[in-house]
């Protein structure tokens, strides 16, 4: 799977999903990052209606704060999740994210 998140530095996650520079995409397997890769330059609000979007096409989930309501409805039309995060601090933000995928793979486990 694939989760991306709005930054303008890989450091700290953007003030708002549409204001980022780019995306830190992080290859998750079996609840680890497996690999980062920044994509993106400076997508800006002004192309929010199009490429900005195709460059998240194989993700499964984008992490942010602050996404406007246009943006999310657009993501989840192509079928990716929008998980809000009130950190900044991407290693945070991850760390919270795998935490929680890690959960629900746990609660669906139906072993006796």
Known sequence: ????IPTNDGLMMASS???????LVLNIELGKVIKEEMIGSNPG???????VFDLLNDCTAVLT?????????????????????QDSIITNVI???????VGKVADTCCCP
């Open 95 to 101: 760390m919270s994210y795998l935490d929680h995928e």
């Open 1 to 4: 799977m694939k989760a991306a």
């Open 45 to 51: 609000r002004s192309s929010t209606a199009g490429n």
């Open 65 to 85: 704060g602050n996404i406007t309501d246009v943006s999310k409805t657009i993501l989840e039309k192509r079928n990716i999740s929008v998980i809000a995060s």
């Open 17 to 23: 999903f549409e204001d980022a520079r780019g995306f």
